[in-house]
């Protein structure tokens, strides 16, 4: 709900923000259509329209996956920093963090592969899927939280 919000916010703001959504639409179809590196030259333009937008973090998130899918893990890990950064959720923030401890994962194959640069990662994972310090019950931060310890300990 929160991105088609931001989605309807930004496509009525003006041009730059107009920019941002084309740069989100337009980078989905490129990505859909296997046109990666076409893909991250759009939204680097995006991203510039987009700056402190509504749309940046989408931005950010959708170019770190088309890094990861090209194998330019250390760029994408850079990213997926960006993604956590801009985050507002604990599942958001979790989340990129588990993606950027993946991109420098040696088991998973990275490119840029670093254990410490991967545990870091994964631990900070785990501390934003338990926010209060306390373990998740059940859903979608639980998952996180689990696929953290679990990456965590396979290092």
Do not use: C
């Not at 003006?14 to 337009?26: I, Q, S």
């Not at 893990?73 to 850079?78: G, I, L, N, P, S």
């Amino acid at each position: 709900k929160a991105r088609a919000e931001a989605m309807i916010a930004a496509a009525t703001t003006g041009e730059d923000r107009a920019a941002a959504v084309d740069g989100v639409l337009v980078g989905g179809a490129k990505a859909t259509l296997g046109q990666r590196d076409a893909q991250i030259k759009h939204l680097d333009t995006a991203l510039a329209a987009a700056k402190g937008g509504a749309l940046e973090l989408a931005l950010h998130e959708q170019k770190a996956t088309a890094l990861q899918a090209l194998g330019k893990d250390a760029e994408a890990a850079t990213e997926w920093a960006e993604v956590a950064r801009l985050a507002t959720t604990d599942f958001g923030k979790a989340l990129a963090k588990l993606r950027a401890g993946d991109a420098h994962n040696p088991a998973a194959g990275s490119k840029a592969a670093d254990a410490a640069k991967a545990k870091a990662a994964y631990q900070e994972a785990i501390k934003a899927a338990r926010p209060g310090d306390k373990d998740p019950p059940a859903g979608p931060l639980a998952f996180l939280l689990t696929d953290a310890k679990a990456k965590l300990a396979r290092l």
